[in-house]
């Protein structure tokens, strides 16, 4: 009788390397132009093909001042359970989009994001890894 492997949870590193290099080949091979949730789509059923646990719009639940907001935000694609990913498809990427990647990691306690922006010429232009290292404030996955 033989064994099964041990699985042993991928790191951080190894899931955001396994993303963007399915978003990079995602990209060259579609380009830009398309839908964020047509490149949602296709990057989430592509990830799971590559074994990863994916969520997509996965919904937060948000406190403040003492109340719930259910569902308050919503997170693109969660990978493993641990990497967050904001997709966008527009020509130039923008200073609030990598603030909201920040803000989803800050308000979850999760350490990494990225901000994976579809619509720039070239993806590597259009890709931002963002970290954070505060602890969680008011929300819950």
Avoid: C, W
Wanted: proline share 6%.
């Amino acid at each position: 009788m033989s064994e099964l492997p041990i699985v042993r949870p991928l790191a951080l590193d190894d899931i955001t390397a396994i993303v963007i290099d399915v978003a990079l080949r995602l990209h060259r091979d579609l380009g830009p132009g398309l839908l964020e949730s047509t490149y949602g789509m296709i990057l989430t059923r592509v990830l799971q093909n590559r074994g990863l646990a994916t969520q997509r719009e996965t919904a937060v639940d948000l406190y403040y001042g003492g109340d719930l907001f259910e569902r308050a935000i919503r997170i693109d694609l969660l990978v493993e359970g641990a990497v967050v990913v904001e997709l966008k498809s527009t020509p130039a990427a923008h200073p609030s989009h990598a603030k909201q990647v920040l803000a989803y990691l800050r308000l979850t306690g999760l350490h990494v994001g990225l901000l994976l922006n579809f619509g720039a010429p070239r993806l590597v232009d259009g890709l931002q890894r963002i970290v954070n290292n505060a602890p969680p404030r008011v929300g819950r996955l």
